[in-house]
């Protein structure tokens, strides 16, 4: 199984930013995928979650109304799209995902919200 992230970046506060992770290896339009991510010196949290197919999503409080998950199951692709970034924002996201016999994580890519 593998999970690779990209387009994280700097942006500027109130910019826009959209995350994509690649999933290799595993059934991917079988289980749900999350979001999660770490700012330094942090726990890591949980960003976003959407089931298999698509059609339930769940955010954290602070990100409902401003970031977006999707996938595209024939790609095998989860997506994050963040918009109205705020410098607490920034960190490393990782790409997760829980099939019955083991949790995977991505290598995580940087996001970085500064001025």
């Known amino acids: 199984v593998q999970l690779v992230e990209s387009g994280g970046g700097l942006v500027q506060p109130g910019g826009s930013l959209r995350l994509s992770c690649a999933a290799s290896?595993?059934?991917?339009?079988?289980?749900?995928m999350s979001w999660y991510r770490q700012a330094p010196g942090k726990e890591r949290e949980l960003v976003a979650a959407?089931?298999?197919?698509?059609?339930?999503?769940n955010y954290a409080d602070s990100m409902k109304g401003r970031f977006t998950i999707s996938r595209d199951n024939a790609k095998n692709t989860v997506y994050l799209q963040m918009n109205s970034l705020k410098p607490e924002d920034t960190a490393v996201y990782y790409c997760?995902?829980?099939?019955?016999?083991?949790?995977?994580w991505g290598q995580g890519t940087q996001v970085t919200v500064s001025s």
């Open positions: 997760n995902t829980n099939p019955p016999w083991r949790t995977y």
């Open positions: 290896g595993f059934t991917f339009s079988w289980y749900a």
């Open positions: 959407i089931s298999s197919a698509g059609g339930s999503t």
